[in-house]
């Protein structure tokens, strides 16, 4: 890319697989309601800093009254107080089929997650990325913007498309939120060299941690040998563009502050209540995991770590009682269906095995819960447990700590979440493949004594306030602007 393009005035340019508001039509005009969830947050809030246009897969037309969506279904957001555009790229089954359930969640979240034995390589699955990946570039193509942010593994082949037609009017920045693979497993795609030179035409590529970014620095040494890879600056050098790269161990999303208090509101608590009335959680201690359902989280994991721990040592049945609030994800593809059916399956058995008169070892909660309610559950439970196989970074674990402001509490973080690299030592870092060790782990936390629980609490409290996603913002714009 041309490094002489200007910082100038056209406005930002924001792709994600996700909008950032979902909509619904209610007969007086479109209720917008803003989606949780890290990247969409941060996102926003640059958006309605910065204006400009955030371009996504949605439905512009099936369920709207046309007279209030103008003619190409633009919307203007947020709905209060407009700042910018939303333009929704509407896919069909087939594509949807191919591009989203099929290569993004069925080839590239598994490699990237390095659970290559669920790795899916169906022919019209790559059609389809390449397919979806061109028809969101032309979307982009023409409008006035110099400075475009693509976001995720949705689009590794965007910059490559873009560049050969904007040739250096616009500055690109990719940002990966999901792990790089080691290059031995990445090597196991076939299409690995297309996709690096899908990402390489990026002006910069962020990442969440060094490791991810040695990843694919070696990955592109061994795909291509005449490229210059300077290792201390991260600066690429393919044919004849050059690729900067960095990590940004700020976590996307987490507002610390924000979080604290939602956690402490009215609602937060009188929830708190709700739940706790309902399930009989007043006296003894909470062990939390919150989670989408995916394979990743290592949900299967951390029940088989109770079952042995409640095994290995029956003198700590009845000492807590595990909470578990998961979230539906992808549902249509079998292995996320298999895997709903799995953990509920798992937390039946672990419930009929161990209970007692006066003891339900597990809660199990999958319907959904307004966002406050899950912080006030964060701030209630005296154990967080983060037990992901492989993880970008884990807002969860972020999002624990800042919701337990002003009160102790212990963390259990799995080794492979990008935010263990924030966290540890404070929080117990464990191989969540080690089920002993990390059953063991969680009567630690639960069992800590109270000056080590105040220590180490005061010391992840400091990691988090220092960690912000005003500025993973900052540092990204900077990319940006360049
Ligand atoms: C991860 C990805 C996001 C994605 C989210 C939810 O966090 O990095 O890009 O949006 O999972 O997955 P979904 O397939 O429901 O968008």
Redesign the pocket.
Known sequence: MDDSVEAENRPLLVL???QPYSHRYTGDGIESTRSE????TALDSVLQTTGGEWVAWGSAAADFDPSVVSADGELELPPDDPSYTLERVELDRRQVDDF?RGY??QVL?PLFHSHIDRVNVEPTFWEGYREVNARFTDEIVDRDTSRIWV????FLLVPEMLTDRISGQSRIVSFV??PWPPAEIFDICPHSEQLLEGVLASDHVGFHTASYRENFLRCVERQFPASTVDRESGEIGHRSSETGTSTFVQPVGIYPDEVAARADSPSASASWRALSNQHGLCETPIVVGVD?L?YTKGITKRLDALASLWERHPEYREAFVYVQKATK??SDIDEYRDYQHEVREQVHRLNDRFATDDWQPIVYIDESLPYEDILGLYRHADVGVVSSTRD?MNLVALEFVAASRGTESALVVSEFAGAAETLAPDALTVNPFDVEALGDAIVEAVTMPAPEKANRTATLQESVAGVSAGRWLEENLDRLLE
């Open positions: 994600t697989n996700r969830g890290g990247l969409v989203y993004s969640n979240w976001h995720d593994y949705h939120h999901i989408r995916d994800s992808r970008g």
